[in-house]
């Protein structure tokens, strides 16, 4: 059983400022492979490359990892 005081709160302050902070890495993360997948898409539709949409997402990924 946890003991209420400072040590306790900021404990759950820290959590939740942790939890907070990952979520939106996340949020931001899932934008940007939604923007990638869309423009594969698009891509691919409009005959841009012959390459297939799984070519084309390994390339970006190698080049996002260096």
Do not use: H
């Not at 005081?5 to 902070?21: A, E, H, I, S």
């Not at 949409?53 to 996002?64: G, H, P, R, V, Y």
């Amino acid at each position: 059983m946890r003991m209420f005081g400072v040590g306790w709160f900021l404990g759950d302050v820290f959590d939740f400022l942790f939890m907070d902070d990952l979520t939106k890495r996340i949020r931001e993360q899932q934008k940007q492979i939604d923007l990638i997948q869309s423009k594969l898409e698009k891509a691919e539709q409009n005959g841009f490359t012959k390459d297939s949409q799984q070519d084309i997402l390994a390339q970006s990924k190698s080049l996002l990892n260096g």
